[in-house]
């Protein structure tokens, strides 16, 4: 069987994080105040560019970082290995940097040559009926290309399919070469591309609704960072993307999304649903957000993702994570769900709030989360399986979220668990864990499940001092559980359970010691 060679994302972060990050519950309880960084300057409305940064400064962090229980982080470390923005734009110039071909005529469109069309002109644009098209053998492009402000193009409930493509070259359905302004995509079906189903950079009020992407396929282990997704937007602002759907992705990449907006502020999205994603050899992500601020997630589904291991060393990982923003601030997710995700090898998350600050998530589910599934290629082992993982740079709650039926096999960092946590200022309000599990590779559990925290027993992490950390939990008045733990029921933990009973509203860690 082939060896896995690369090591989780968390002790990957163990060696820059030395003061103890990742044993989140070694803090005990505080009463640091929940929302200690300061909030990113509120975009003016109507904004048509990003908000600024210092130059050298990606996404604000400096100042952020400067609080002192981050002193010895290393900040460009931290950008560099865990920010894709740079690598991913490289791979996105193709599209944008090649000429028009031939330029639309007329307001419909009933056939597209191999080199694609573009829309030149403002206008309202609609397809003539169902399109397929033949890409050629063009290494990078796009059936139709947006090259003008306020365009309004209505796929008028007919499908766009890409046909005869090798699934090695990146071919995507509709890309908007900005700076535009006042685009709307709407209506219809982007079907059997490779790359993206819609591509947008550099935005200022995207609109894209009623979408439907499905059978992407790129398969290429040879270019670092490919990441199929079926909606893309970078750079942008005012975007709204709503009722949209991404579904039967196979591919064979470093990773893929479903949703992904990379540096893209103001924006919202809203009744959408990612599911049936499979990587064959690399990362999936359903809603991922790199950069991002004031976003606004309501009402959206991932559900039936899948990772394998197959060989692929030179990726990041093989994670599968439902929700995932990364370097974010301002964000809130409300209702929203992960169910089914099935990791390899890697993490497996509904939701991981990785390296941000002022984050609320109200009302998220977490359901069948398992990591370490086995293969032909790899014995059964994961790294950890969780429902909602925190990592927090400060200002970052949950409340009335749930986590169920999460499980790990002979995970790496030792651990299940409902709700995890590093960083500081975080708080849980009646949140609550079920059914969450350690089996070893025979089936049997091994009784590690935790509801909260962070409980490694051994390995390196074990060697790591206790740091700076503070969370707030708050649990109903009643709640009647086996355990007698409030707001906790159906939980197994190491070495009997040692889990701190509070009372309620009473901040604990509510970490086995």
């Not at 050629?136 to 059936?143: E, L, P, R, S």
């Not at 900005?178 to 200022?204: R, S, Y």
């Not at 409902?418 to 590779?441: K, L, P, Y």
């Amino acid at each position: 069987m082939l060896e896995r060679k690369y090591i989780s994302r968390a002790r990957l972060l163990q060696g820059v994080f030395a003061t103890g990050a990742l044993a989140a519950c070694g803090g005990g309880t505080s009463n640091t105040p929940l929302v200690n960084p300061s909030p990113s300057p509120t975009p003016l409305s109507g904004t048509c560019a990003p908000l600024a940064t210092i130059p050298g400064d990606r996404y604000g962090l400096n100042e952020v970082l400067s609080k002192p229980q981050f002193s010895h982080i290393d900040k460009r470390w931290l950008l560099d290995t865990f920010d894709p923005v740079p690598a991913l734009e490289a791979l996105h110039r193709p599209y944008f940097s090649q000429p028009c071909v031939q330029i639309q005529q007329g307001s419909t469109i009933y056939s597209i040559p191999s080199s694609g069309v573009c829309i030149t002109a403002p206008g309202t644009y609609t397809l003539g009926g169902n399109i397929t098209w033949s890409p050629g053998t063009a290494t990078t492009v796009a059936a139709i290309t947006i090259q003008a402000s306020n365009v309004n193009l209505d796929l008028g409930g007919y499908t766009l399919t890409a046909s005869g493509t090798s699934p090695g070259l990146q071919v995507s359905g509709i890309t908007v070469n900005g700076p535009v302004d006042n685009i709307t995509i709407k209506n219809g079906t982007l079907a059997a591309f490779t790359d993206h189903g819609i591509l947008a950079q550099n935005v200022c009020g995207l609109a894209i609704s009623n979408i439907t992407v499905t059978g992407l396929s790129l398969s290429n282990l040879n270019v670092r960072y490919l990441t199929p997704s079926g909606i893309l937007v970078s750079g942008s602002v005012n975007v709204a993307i709503s009722g949209c759907t991404v579904t039967q992705a196979n591919v064979t990449t470093d990773s893929c999304a479903g949703i992904q907006l990379l540096s893209t502020t103001l924006s919202t999205i809203s009744g959408c649903t990612v599911s049936s994603l499979v990587n064959n050899d690399g990362s999936v992500q359903g809603f991922s957000y790199v950069g991002c601020s004031y976003i606004t997630t309501e009402s959206c589904t991932a559900q039936t993702f899948q990772s394998f291991f197959n060989g692929n060393v030179l990726t990041a990982g093989h994670t599968v994570i439902g929700f995932l923003p990364t370097f974010c601030n301002n964000l809130t997710f409300t209702n929203c769900s992960a169910s089914a995700m099935t990791g390899c090898c890697d993490d497996c998350h509904g939701m991981s709030v990785f390296l941000c600050w002022l984050v609320t998530v109200q009302g998220f589910s977490a359901s069948q989360i398992l990591d370490g599934v086995n293969t032909s290629t790899h014995d059964q082992s994961g790294a950890k399986a969780t429902g909602l993982e925190i990592y927090s740079l400060g200002g970052v709650k949950a409340l009335d979220c749930t986590a169920s039926n999460v499980r790990a096999i002979n995970p790496e960092d030792l651990q299940a668990a409902g709700f995890s946590s590093w960083g500081t200022a975080i708080g849980f309000e009646r949140c609550s864990a079920s059914n969450v599990s350690v089996q070893n590779d025979k089936g049997v559990s091994d009784m590690r499940g935790i509801g909260f925290g962070w409980r490694p027993t051994r390995g390196p992490r074990s060697k790591i001092l206790r740091h700076t950390w503070s969370a707030t939990w708050t649990v109903p008045p009643t709640v009647a559980t086996s355990l007698s733990i409030p707001g906790i029921t159906s939980i197994q933990s190491g070495r009997g359970h040692r889990i701190r009973t509070v009372r309620p509203a009473i901040s604990s860690s509510l970490c086995s010691r």
